[in-house]
């Protein structure tokens, strides 16, 4: 007896001496930051924005610059406008569009980086307080013989969003007659509504938002333009020098504390906002197996954003079971949860909002180089003196899907009675634990067997019940939700690191990571 405690003591302490080498301990805490900001720059931070967004923006900035100091220097046009001019000069900081499509646009031309939802708006037809005409339907506009002010469907997004609209209710060309005929188009939404109250135009479609910031004009809703909603939406410009910078301002124009404050103010029906804080701190639970995937992510996004993540890796039933035991969900509970497998996303998913599945991991069976045991399937891990590992099936992902997997064929009871040599918390245990010889064989992930390389081999399993799927989601108690979705857009945009680590992606095109910016409360 004295003699098996001393080997499985020093067994013990060559895992750990190997882990602390692989900088792998599986339940320490990764603490990333950048540097509070200091001072500002001579230079300004240039925003093109919106003309419909002047009134609000203009007190966003003016009470930014107060409480921070620095610049703003803002260039207003019509979103379509804007965006042509910025395809040209290919500089700036930072593009405020009325409509979240044009934030598309440019991403795809290669000019958006980030971007944060700030508001809602939808079309109105906008007239005299009085309404001589008495236009109460858009057929009235031209059976009336109003003259109409539209935005330009090539310069301002309004324009565009009505002539969309239009043309899809049949009622377009009429209208498109109309306003050549006898009314007016304007390259911003704010000149089509100054048009009808200096009584130059009858009738104008402008944001209903726009509307409401005019005393004299009275909003008139429609069926054919109801539909028409958008999402008014920051950006931050790939061409931007300083990009954490205006990634600050970014996220002060959209904090429910700050910026929204103001659009509020001005009629906009704001989405959920982030709290303001210079330096906020993001807590991001992730189960072990994503450490060498996530941690360069979150390492990247930290010092570009300008705040802290604090990472806390390790076996996902402890990252539940401490989601659990904090009773204030509101202090310490993490804004955002990476689980190894859907299964202990499932035990928390009240606390969560909507999953994305990431990619997916094989398991296996790892023995040393050379399989010197002459492993091959999962019977032989139940032969007489094969030693194994396995995950606590109460502590981390592999042990539960291993305990799984082993009952399925009937393997669980035998193994861990006759064969098993040690249980550990963490899936990055494990490997290890073939390494030091202080097991034959164990179950693990393929992308931890992976990372050992040469001194192990991997043998496949053949079952559905051999793989485990990594999801991703956000506490429904954050204060940064805005924050945790521009790090999933990150993560959404990463497939090459999770690739060449061995993990197989889930995610279609992006199509999730475009979600996220929705302002909804999906992931």
């Not at 043309?167 to 007659?177: F, H, I, P």
């Not at 911003?188 to 938002?209: F, H, L, P, Q, R």
């Not at 300083?242 to 504390?257: G, Q, S």
Request: aromatic share 8%.
């Amino acid at each position: 007896m004295p003699l098996l405690a001393l080997a499985s003591f020093l067994a013990v302490l060559l895992l750990a001496v190997l882990l602390w080498r692989m900088g792998r301990s599986p339940d320490s805490t990764t603490h990333t930051a950048a540097p509070t900001v200091s001072g500002t720059s001579s230079r300004p931070i240039v925003l093109y924005c919106a003309a419909g967004m002047r009134y609000p923006m203009a007190e966003i900035i003016a009470r930014y610059e107060r409480e921070l100091g620095g610049s703003i220097e803002t260039q207003y046009g019509g979103s379509n406008t804007l965006l042509s001019q910025l395809q040209v000069t290919r500089g700036g900081d930072l593009y405020l569009a009325a409509d979240a499509s044009y934030i598309e646009r440019a991403r795809e031309k290669g000019l958006v980086a980030e971007s944060i939802p700030l508001a809602r708006m939808r079309p109105v037809i906008a007239v005299a307080r009085d309404n001589p005409l008495g236009i109460a339907t858009l057929a009235d506009l031209w059976t009336k013989g109003a003259r109409v002010a539209l935005g330009d469907p090539e310069a301002a997004a309004i324009g565009k969003k009505t002539r969309k609209l239009l043309t899809a209710s049949g009622d377009w060309k009429r209208l498109e007659q109309l306003v050549r005929r006898q009314g007016v188009f304007k390259p911003t939404v704010n000149e089509a509504a100054n048009a009808v109250k200096i009584g130059s135009a009858d009738a104008a479609i402008i944001w209903d938002t726009t509307a409401a910031q005019y005393g004299q004009l009275k909003s008139i809703t429609v069926p054919q333009l109801d539909a028409g909603e958008v999402l008014v939406t920051i950006g931050v410009l790939t061409a931007s020098k300083r990009p954490t910078d205006a990634l600050r301002f970014a996220r002060y124009v959209a904090a429910e504390d700050r910026g929204l404050e103001s659009f509020r103010k001005h009629h906009f029906r704001t989405v959920g906002g982030d709290e303001w804080e210079v330096n906020p701190k993001l807590i991001f639970f992730a189960g072990s197996v994503n450490r060498r995937a996530v941690e360069p992510i979150v390492k990247r996004f930290a010092a570009r954003e300008g705040v802290q993540v604090e990472t806390v890796f390790n076996g996902c039933g402890i990252l539940t079971a401490q989601m659990r035991s904090l009773r204030d969900r509101s202090s310490g509970f993490p804004d955002a949860y990476m689980a190894c497998d859907v299964y202990y996303l499932d035990a928390v998913e009240d606390w969560f909002q909507e999953r994305v599945e990431v990619s997916e991991t094989e398991i296996g069976i790892v023995v040393a180089a050379g399989n010197p045991k002459q492993i091959r399937t999962l019977k032989d891990l139940a032969r007489p003196g094969v030693r194994v590992a396995l995950g606590h099936p109460k502590q981390c992902t592999i042990g539960v899907l291993t305990r799984r997997l082993l009952e399925a064929d009937g393997l669980y009871d035998r193994i861990v009675k006759n064969n098993l040599v040690t249980e550990t918390a963490s899936s990055a245990m494990l490997v290890p634990s073939v390494v030091t010889g202080a097991a034959d064989a164990t179950l693990a992930y393929r992308v931890d067997a992976r990372n050992i390389g040469s001194k192990v081999d991997f043998i496949a399993v053949d079952s559905p019940l051999a793989r485990a799927i990594q999801p991703f989601a956000i506490s429904r108690f954050s204060l940064h939700k805005q924050l945790a979705r521009r790090l999933f857009r990150q993560l959404a945009q990463s497939r090459d690191i999770f690739e060449q680590i061995g993990f197989r992606w889930r995610l279609a095109d992006q199509t999730a990571s475009r979600r996220s910016d929705s302002g909804d409360s999906g992931s």
